[in-house]
């Protein structure tokens, strides 16, 4: 099946710094989301992004399908964007979501 | 989520005993899906329909079984639960040529 590898799987931040997360796939995808699993475990979709660039505030998303990776941007972060990040596709051999493990992101205050 | 809501939230129970969680959906999609959440194992699929009586297997399907008697429920069965089945159960939907995957809150199951 394919395999979702996400960097770094831990990172820590200052209030107000900026950070990169990295994803990278190992088969071409049909879909591809970013989620965020906030500290009462509840999924949050922040991006339905299979391919281009997105924003929404201070997260963006970019995936280069024909590269196989996705990065997903979070500026001037903020205390509540502590959680665990995932990124998760689907191939374009099936209609199911397959994980990464994930990053978890701390921000201190 | 609003649209999908799984029940119950929490559950505890002992071990041997049948078990099973609802996923109901208000959004007519046609796909659903059960995951499950393991400490260094991200989430994983159980199981997943594609339609009314149409189901699947995902990568960790030992011990479970799905039944979808309509297109807003899906349900999933723990025959006899065992203590490796202790985890966090997520239902999820999604449509074709949609904007992506929609997931519930979760059930927390616990067994004793």
């Known amino acids: 099946g394919i395999q979702v590898e996400q960097s770094p799987p831990d990172l820590i931040l200052q209030e107000g710094a900026n950070s990169t997360l990295r994803c990278n796939f190992s088969d071409s995808v049909n879909n591809l989301q970013w989620f965020h699993q906030n500290p009462w475990g509840q999924l949050i979709n922040l991006f339905y992004?299979?391919?281009g660039t997105k924003q929404n505030g201070r997260l963006s998303a970019t995936t280069v399908a024909t590269e196989r990776y996705s990065l997903l941007y979070i500026s001037s972060s903020q205390t509540t964007d502590s959680g665990v990040y995932f990124c998760?596709?689907?191939?374009?051999?099936?209609?199911?979501?397959?994980f990464g493990s994930g990053t978890q992101l701390t921000v201190l205050p | 989520d609003a649209g999908i809501t799984q029940s119950p939230r929490h559950k505890v129970t002992e071990t041997g005993t049948p078990v099973t969680l609802r996923c109901h959906q208000t959004e007519n999609h046609r796909y659903m899906y059960w995951y499950r959440q393991d400490p260094g194992h991200g989430l994983r699929l159980i199981h997943y329909s594609y339609g009314v009586k149409d189901t699947d297997k995902g990568e960790v399907s030992d011990g479970y079984s799905v039944s979808r008697s309509k297109t807003e429920d899906f349900l999933l069965t723990l025959e006899s639960a065992t203590s490796s089945q202790t985890s966090v159960y997520f239902c999820?939907?999604?449509?074709?040529?949609?904007?992506?995957?929609?997931f519930g809150s979760g059930t927390r199951l616990t067994v004793v």
């Open positions: 999820a939907i999604s449509e074709s040529n949609s904007y992506g995957y929609t």
């Open positions: 998760a596709v689907e191939p374009g051999s099936a209609r199911q979501l397959t």
């Open positions: 992004i299979p391919s």
